[in-house]
């Protein structure tokens, strides 16, 4: 279980005696990769060349000022590198003379490089030749922070370098503790071997530093997505102040000035310490809510007094003030904690990753305290590397990897949820599909129901009525031969207007109107009534697909026998027309006859303006253009709109609208 890892799930009984042991095992597994980090770093350096001058022994000599020491009249004592000043004269101004022998005069460039702390000044043979602060300020405290030793290089003049004894003199800052580890002088080529280990450790400093930005970065905004997962942001924040921690290793210069800078340094140092903790107890589940307001608690008050210590400026080796005890004991205590929390977890639940957060807890413990040991608290009784960039490294890898398992989890889980979501999406559509195809036959059989019930009622109200109107007559004998046939054309016309009206099914009003007038013109011109055709040009309407356009056409069919019957016409218009505003199509039946008289609205027939003698099949009318979603209005006298001699006139006026309604 990650840092991501949500929900927490709960942990499950084990047996004490076994799970206690591996937990007992775990323990040794830190102090032995100390040990073996220990023995690396103490690796001897490769074999120098025989032209380089290694120092192993120098003098010591207690005196102030900035004037060489006369061996000769000085007190001395022999001092060996790597060299710590003890303790008791630390405070003291001091030189460090080593003395040499150059036998053959330097044909190039030699350079002197010293590994050291605090401030440092180099003479040769009493000419200065380096220095690492002004001569003035050699005896004051810095006032920036400097972790670890630090490297000067300078090159030698090869005329300082003549044949015979030469010495080294290095006044030695008294404001803290400095040391000097090791001093060289040769050929630079030949010097370049000594960088290479330093140059291992920064390298590793380096990618962790950059690891833990990276990382911690994408953890933050992982919880940023799921603000429901703290152990998010507790990882993130970790891992970014572990970056921020190997920052002065790489660093040229400090970000902000003295004493603001080691302010930031141990504050973050302080929150990191119960970050781990804080992300430990969020991986040891069950949660412990005690251990994690301990770690809130020493992250504010251990904030407060390392910030004073930081901004007063109080040494981390000067154990005559409770500071320095505060500072080592209060981490030691929040590392323990996480450690003990992370082997009880183990204990209770044996699990890989379990094994794996305890290794590592226990390991960043034991590397901090022999590091604080041997750096702080007896500086000098081992040539100390700086390892806890390795305890830094491992925990970034171990995130990073936890990481790396929950999403690769999440990925999987998205990819079964994706793949049960399109099989049940594809046995839903093919419900949906056959329910569909279910309601589409029913449908189709319902439109076949309602159009063969709409092809009857026309077969019946048309064809029908002359059929029976003929046998009728010609029954009783009233219809002589040629009144029969013509009977029988009037029959035939019928049908082929009923046809007509069924071919045109895409709404093509031009169409409907041709046939129109290609089945009635004869009738009409048989009456004596002549057909105007003024038809525009004008787009199918969607009112008239289908079924539509038999509506249209038997109510224009009823407005000519109406005009045949009653108007007393000898001149009858069709016309069809965009309005202004080009959202209806006008189509227009005008006759130049005697006219009407507009039957007054009642509530059986509440439309006004409709011919007092029309009757049945004006109501019929009216009923079509309503299933149309048509407006049908008769207006009379109509002489203004189709002048003629024959009376003031009528027009049957249908408007279609062009839009489906």
């Known amino acids: 279980m990650g840092p991501a890892s949500i929900p927490p799930q709960p942990d499950t009984p084990a047996a004490p005696s076994p799970a ?147 010495e080294l003199q290095l006044r030695l800052g008294a404001a803290e503790l400095p040391s000097v580890t090791s001093v060289h002088l040769g050929p630079a080529a030949a010097l370049d071997a000594l960088q290479r280990g330093r140059g291992w450790w920064n390298g590793l400093r380096t990618a962790t530093a950059v690891g833990a930005l990276v990382v911690g970065l994408f953890l933050v905004g992982v919880w940023r997505a799921h603000r429901d997962a703290q152990s998010y942001a507790l990882a993130g924040a970790h891992l970014l102040l572990l970056a921020l921690l190997l920052s002065p290793y790489l660093l040229q210069q400090q970000l902000l000035p003295s004493p603001w800078w080691r302010m930031l340094l141990d504050i973050s140092d302080v929150f990191a310490k119960a970050l781990l903790l804080a992300t430990v107890v969020r991986l040891a589940r069950p949660l412990d809510d005690w251990a994690m307001r301990w770690a809130w608690a020493y992250a504010c008050v251990g904030a407060l007094i390392d910030g004073a210590a930081a901004a007063l400026d109080l040494p981390w080796n000067d154990f005559s003030q409770p500071w320095a005890w505060w500072a080592l004991g209060s981490r030691l205590a929040v590392l323990g904690l996480a450690t003990a929390l992370a082997l009880r977890a183990l204990a ?29 608290v007896m500086p000098g009784a081992l040539n100390v590397v700086d390892l806890n960039v390795v305890a830094h490294a491992a925990w970034v890898l171990w995130m990073g990897s936890l990481l790396y398992q929950h999403f690769v989890r999440s990925a999987q889980r998205q990819r079964e949820m994706r793949l049960e979501a399109d099989a049940a999406l594809a046995q839903r559509t093919r419900e949906l599909q056959a329910s569909f195809a279910a309601l589409q036959a029913s449908e189709n059989q319902r439109l076949a129901a309602a159009e063969r019930e709409r092809l009857l009622q026309e077969m019946h109200d048309g064809l029908g009525s002359q059929l029976m109107t003929a046998k009728m007559n010609a029954q009783t004998g009233l219809l002589s031969g040629s009144e029969m046939a013509s009977a029988l054309d009037s029959c035939i016309q019928e049908m082929r207007l009923t046809v007509d009206t069924l071919s045109v099914a895409d709404g093509d009003l031009g169409l409907l109107l041709a046939s129109v007038r290609h089945r009635a013109e004869p009738g009409l011109r048989a ?64 006759d130049n006859g005697c006219g009407f008289t507009p039957a007054a609205a009642t509530p059986e027939d509440p439309q006004p303006g409709r011919p007092a003698s029309g009757g049945r099949g004006c109501r019929n009318m009216q009923l079509r253009a309503e299933r149309l979603g048509a407006q049908l209005t008769w207006h009379s006298p109509a002489s203004a709109r189709a002048p003629g001699p024959g009376g003031p006139g009528t027009e049957l006026r249908i408007l279609l609208p062009v839009a489906q309604p």
């Open 20 to 166: 206690w042991g591996l937990a007992l095992l775990v323990c040794l597994v830190p102090l032995l990769l100390t040990l073996v980090l220990h023995l690396v770093s103490q690796r001897p350096p490769p074999p120098l060349d025989p032209a380089v001058i290694s120092f192993s022994q120098g003098l010591l000599v207690q005196q102030g000022g900035l004037e060489v020491p006369d061996l000769a009249q000085a007190p001395v004592q022999p001092a060996a590198l790597p060299m710590h000043t003890p303790r008791a004269v630390s405070r003291q101004p001091s030189w460090l003379v080593l003395p040499f022998e150059v036998t053959d005069q330097p044909q190039g460039a030699w350079v002197l490089q010293l590994v050291y702390r605090r401030h440092l000044l180099v003479y040769l043979d009493g000419q200065l030749l380096a220095q690492s602060v002004q001569p003035e300020m050699v005896d004051q405290r810095s006032p920036e922070l400097k972790l670890g030793s630090q490297i000067l290089r300078v090159n030698v003049p090869p005329s300082w370098l003549a044949p015979g004894r030469h």
């Open 348 to 376: 209770r639940q044996p699990r890989f990753d379990r094994v794996a957060t305890a290794a590592l807890v226990g390991l960043s413990l034991c590397i901090w305290a022999y590091v604080s040991f041997f750096a702080l």
């Open 527 to 590: 009456a004596g009534l002549t057909l105007a055709w003024q038809v525009a040009e004008a787009p199918c309407l969607p009112v008239l697909e289908g079924s539509g356009g038999r509506e249209l056409v038997r109510m224009l069919q009823e407005g000519m026998n109406n005009i045949l019957h009653h108007a007393q016409a000898t001149r009858v218009t069709l016309k069809s027309e965009a309005t202004a505003d080009g959202r209806h199509i006008v189509v227009s039946l005008t």
